[in-house]
T-cell receptor, first 111, second 113 residues
Framework: QKEVEQNSGPLSVPEGAIASLNCTYS??????FFWYRQYSGKSPELIMS????GDKEDGRFTAQLNKASQYVSLLIRDSQPSDSATYLC???????????FGKGTRLSVIA | GAGVSQTPSNKVTEKGKYVELRCDPI?????LYWYRQSLGQGPEFLIY????????DSGLPNDRFFAVRPEGSVSTLKIQRTERGDSAVYLC???????????FGPGTRLTVL
């Protein structure tokens, strides 16, 4: 059974700090990895996608993938109170296939 | 361009009633997905369409749930004889042929009393 594991949090960081969110997945053939941000009462919003081992940076966000360890992470630099949300890790198999989501990590950035 | 839209945004019904939830994907997206999200959980897959056909319906919890996409665009999720346990947010997502990134609609919050 495909599983995606995340620490549910809450993860509290002070404003301006780096927030580190982690995710592990069980299916070794997983090919695509996504981080979605979900504000309370809203739908998931795509932040980052990553497909290859290593780091991918987009503004204040960096996604890191290590397929050997089946581990994907999201770093948020210079955290802002507006980053406070639940961050969902999702993976899927090659092609247009359903996403398998973790339960999400709730991040709280304290001003 | 316009994103994924879902109607209604909220639906309150009584136990045993029939409901229909509608999803209008991003124009040109051939893949359409339905997920269900309960409080404190990540979205859980229900059914996936590629064009008009259901490519994978393994996530539907039982035969009370059914979905259609007759013209390969708009999809309707149908729930018969609703139960209180069906209460959740029903999310729709779509993606194109050329990329597997899924974009979500605003969801329909279903409450079964």
């Amino acid at each position: 059974q495909k599983e995606v594991e995340q620490n549910s949090g809450p993860l509290s960081v002070p404003e301006g700090a780096i927030a580190s969110l982690n995710c592990t997945y069980s299916d070794r053939v997983s090919q695509s990895f996504f981080w979605y941000r979900q504000y309370s009462g809203k739908s998931p919003e795509l932040i980052m996608s990553i497909y290859s081992n290593g780091d991918k940076e987009d503004g204040r966000f960096t996604a890191q993938l290590n397929k050997a360890s089946q581990y994907v992470s999201l770093l948020i630099r210079d955290s802002q109170p507006s980053d406070s949300a639940t961050y969902l890790c999702a993976v899927n198999l090659p092609g247009n296939t359903p996403l398998v989501f973790g339960k999400g990590t709730r991040l709280s950035v304290i001003a | 361009g316009a994103g994924v839209s879902q109607t209604p945004s909220n639906k309150v019904t009584e136990k045993g009633k029939y409901v229909e939830l509608r999803c209008d994907p991003i124009s040109g997206h051939t893949a359409l997905y339905w997920y269900r999200q309960s409080l404190g959980q990540g979205p859980e897959f229900l059914i996936y369409f590629q064009g008009t056909g259901a490519a994978d319906d393994s996530g539907l919890p039982n035969d009370r749930f059914f979905a259609v996409r007759p013209e390969g665009s708009v999809s309707t999720l149908k729930i018969q004889r609703t139960e209180r346990g069906d209460s959740a947010v029903y999310l729709c997502a779509s993606s194109s042929d050329r990329a597997d990134t899924q974009y979500f609609g605003p969801g329909t919050r279903l409450t079964v009393l």
